[in-house]
C-alpha cells in the first residue's frame, strides 16, 4: 500500500488534532471533481496542496464563541483534513478549487497523455 | 509509483490524526444532556450551546440556501427542515458519496421559554445559526438580600 509520504513532519507542524471532512468523488471523461463539506471555514484559511502523487486539503478552523455552555454536542468543531493518492495520469498540480457556502470543489485534470481522444473519422470516396 | 487500478483512480488516503467529527454516528442516535432533548433523528448534526440571553443552536448545512431551510418554534419546540439536494456536476458518475442528501428535520426541546418573536437564524459558510433569546421570565436573577436587621424596628 502507498502511504502519503512527509506525514510525520506534516503532523508536527499542525493542530494535533483534525477531522476528516466528507467528500463526494465524481469522475468525468478528463478530470475528477472531489467536492468536500467544510462547513464554518473561510476561503482564506484553506489550503489545498499537491506533493509527490498526494493531494491534500487542509482547512483552519477559527474557534466559535467560547462564552457559552454546552448543553447537547453532536459534532466536534475543530480544522480540516483530508488526503488522496493520485494515479499518475492525473495532473495534480493543475488542481483548481472553488469555494461556496462551505463546499470545496476540487477539478483534477487528467494528464494530457491521460485524456480521452477523438479521432476523426472521413468518409472514404467511391 | 504504483499504478492503480480505474476503479480506484482516486483512493483516500488515511492519516492517523483523522478523527471522525461525529461524536456519534451520523443518522443514529444522539447523546442526551440536561435539559435539552433532541426529539427527533434522522438528519444533520446538531450542537446547543447556552448563554446568560438566549440559546443557540447549530447545525452544518454546507451548499445550502437560507431559503431551502425552515425554522418553526412552537412552544418550546424548536424544528429545522430542510431538503439537500446534491446534483451530479456535469457529466460525470459517483465515484464515492458520504455527503448526506435529501430531506431532513430536527426538533428539539429547550429546557425554558424563549421569545418567539425575537428567534433568528443566519447562515454563514455553511453553519445555520439559530439563535432564541430566552424569556424574560426564564432568565436567571440575581436576588438582592437585605439584611434582617434594617428591617427590625428601633429599640
Redesign the interface.
Known sequence: M???VS?AT??AVRS?????P????????NE????A??????AEAIEVKFDR??LELYAKVSP??P????????????DF??????????DGAKTSAEF????L?LR?PKAALARTQRVQIRAGKG | MNRLIPSAWLRPASLSTDLDRFIQDFWGQAPLASGVAPLSEGGPALNVYETAEAFEVELELPGMALEEIEVVLEGRELSVRGERKIALPEAGTWQRRERFHGSFARTLRLPVDVDAARVQAQLHQGVLTVTAPKAESAKARKIAIQSKLADQPKQ
Open positions: 502507498q502511504q502519503p506525514q506534516e503532523n494535533a488534532t483534525s477531522f476528516r466528507n467528500i463526494d468523488i465524481v469522475s468525468a471523461e475528477v471533481v472531489i467536492l463539506d467544510v462547513p464554518g471555514v473561510e502523487g498526494v466559535r464563541n462564552r457559552r455552555t454546552a448543553l447537547s454536542e453532536e459534532y466536534a468543531v475543530g483534513r483530508r488526503a488522496f493518492q493520485l494515479a499518475e495520469e492525473f461556496h457556502d462551505g463546499v470543489c483534477i
